[in-house]
């Protein structure tokens, strides 16, 4: 079926299988390779993007029930700091916070998300908001403090 | 395979009463795990996720009714004064998952294991079904749920809401799982003190076919509260044996099975603790609301 989608700003059509997620239409239709595909039942949080302002598991979300509906992926944020990076980005760089990186892009849009909610979050509130990521390199650590620095960041500036 | 998309409740409604056999998807955070493990290929899928009319809540005349699509974060962050409900709400996958589940979902899905089941048990409550030609009707929790992942709707119907009368008193859900978020329950439970009513009330979950009440506990509960005295005077304490006893008849009430996630024998240990402990905070709870006031 036909799906029309206003996909990171721009208004985008494909023609989707009508029992596709919207993850396999992002990644095989769209071709936005950033949403990962790993547990395809809302564990792991690799697929997170943003449907119509709300953090969701794109493997969760039938293709269709985002016709007409705005969707951001990880490919949204970046461009928007100095090389290319959302400051998201550059913190995780900067704090390490990236093993074999395929979680990576799912914990930035979680990231993104509660920076966006709350720009001071506690240790707890951390935990909490990105306890539908998971990373089997187990880096867990050097997420928070990735975020730490970003949020650190967010609170200096105006992103 | 195709997808329906109605724009509103009443074409929803039309095009269920035309094709009964449409499977209906809210959050999807059920229905798409089928879809991607090829474990369920249905002919017709109804998307209900975007009625605005079941995207809602509303108290009415003592009551509070949850429209069908209300998802948990919205719950959590908009109803916090319904205590129960919001720490089910809390306790549901995580943000990813709150944000797309739904309590119709929940409702539509039966499982024994649903986290906001044992809310609307404890309430007392009813489900609300609509049908095409505006009919609706209210069935009570109890006729609603008919066995593991089976419910009593026709199939020309969908989920509406839930409805229960809102009750003054403690109450609270709690949940034993093997971490703190993305857990399905080994066994959940949800206590309701109803001070107006002198009532007590206890419901079960993943810990039988359906989610559970504990009549006889919850008889024993609120005579133990009226030979302390505590329904007049919150500080009369309850006798140790009591709250034993209470959680003894809540485990007796349970009638789990071994599986993936846990033992028999550990699930009704599960709900003997729990139950000793919501207990003790709702008694807890009102000695410290008696003494605010």
């Known amino acids: 079926m036909l799906i029309r989608v206003n996909l990171n700003g721009e208004l985008r059509e494909a023609d989707v299988w009508p029992g596709a997620s919207l993850l396999f239409a992002l990644r095989e239709d769209f071709g936005l390779r950033g949403s990962k595909n790993a547990c ?8 997170s993007v943003w449907l119509d302002g709300d953090l969701v598991c794109a493997c969760l979300v039938l293709a269709s029930q985002a016709h007409e509906r705005e969707v951001r992926t990880v490919e949204s944020l970046s461009g928007t700091g100095e090389e ?17 990186g395929f979680c990576t892009p799912g914990l930035v849009v979680a990231v993104a998300d509660l920076l966006d909610h709350d720009p001071s979050p506690s240790e707890a509130a951390v935990r909490e908001a990105l306890s539908g990521n998971l990373c089997r390199c187990t880096g867990y650590q050097k997420i928070m403090d990735a975020v730490s620095v970003a949020a650190e960041r967010k609170r200096g500036s105006d992103w | 395979m195709e997808v329906l998309l109605p724009r509103g409740l009443e074409e929803a409604l039309e095009w269920k009463a035309a094709h009964p056999e449409a499977v209906p998807i809210a959050g999807g955070t ?3 795990v089928d879809l991607n493990f090829d474990r369920s290929r249905p002919e017709l899928i109804i998307d209900v996720c975007r009625l605005p009319e079941l995207n809602t809540w509303r108290r009415e005349d003592g009551n509070l009714f949850l429209g069908a699509g209300l998802t948990y974060t919205r719950a959590l962050h908009e109803l916090p004064e319904m205590r129960a409900l919001a720490q089910a709400s809390r306790s549901v996958g995580s943000p990813q998952i709150r944000n797309r589940g739904t309590i119709g979902g929940n ?14 048990v ?14 609706t009707r209210s069935m009570t929790w109890n006729d609603f749920f008919l066995g ?24 609270s859900f709690s ?8 857990v399905i329950a080994v066994a959940n439970l949800c206590l309701v003190m109803d001070d107006v009513s002198r ?26 509260l009226s030979r302390a005295g505590a329904w007049d005077d919150p500080s009369a304490p309850l006798p140790p044996s009591d709250l034993d006893g209470f959680a003894e008849r809540v485990s007796g009430a349970a009638t789990p099975i071994d599986d993936v996630r846990g033992t028999a024998g550990y699930r009704l240990h599960a709900c003997r603790v729990l139950a000793g402990r919501a207990l003790s905070w709702a008694l807890t709870e009102r000695v410290a609301e008696a003494q605010l006031a």
């Open chain 2, 122 to 135: 404890a309430h007392d409550g009813e489900v609300v079904l609509g049908a095409a030609g505006d009919r």
């Open chain 1, 84 to 100: 290319g990076l959302h400051p998201v980005q550059e913190a995780f760089l900067e704090a390490g916070a990236v093993q074999c």
């Open chain 2, 30 to 32: 059920d229905l798409m």
């Open chain 2, 107 to 120: 409702l539509g899905t039966a499982s024994p294991a649903g986290d906001a089941v044992p809310v609307l």
């Open chain 1, 40 to 47: 395809e039942q809302g564990e792991c949080g690799s697929c």
């Open chain 2, 175 to 182: 949940k034993v799982g093997t971490r703190n978020a993305m």
């Open chain 2, 148 to 171: 593991p992942k089976r419910n009593a709707m026709a199939p020309d119907e969908l989920i509406l809401g839930a409805r229960w009368r809102v009750a003054r008193g403690p109450q």
């Open chain 2, 199 to 224: 009532t007590v009330r206890v419901a079960l979950g993943s810990v039988g076919p359906t989610v559970l009440r504990a009549p006889e506990a919850e008889a024993f509960a609120a005579e133990a």
